[in-house]
């Protein structure tokens, strides 16, 4: 899976955490806060190196494991 191995990657963790905190500022600034929370766990998945979709791919929750091809 491509599109997984991407987000695994250093590349994909800052893309997760920028697109995290975008949604964070635009939920605060909108005060729409389900949108800030979205936004807090994609955050997070870029931060502490887990893909949140990989699992609906059989694939390990860790960034590393995926990178290491387990």
Known sequence: MGF????A??????VRFVAGVALVAWGLSASIVWLWLIGLVVGAAGLFDFCIFAPLFKMPLSGKKIRAGK
Do not use: D, N, P, Q
């Open 4 to 7: 997984i191995k991407f987000m």
């Open 9 to 14: 990657s250093t590349a994909g963790r800052v």
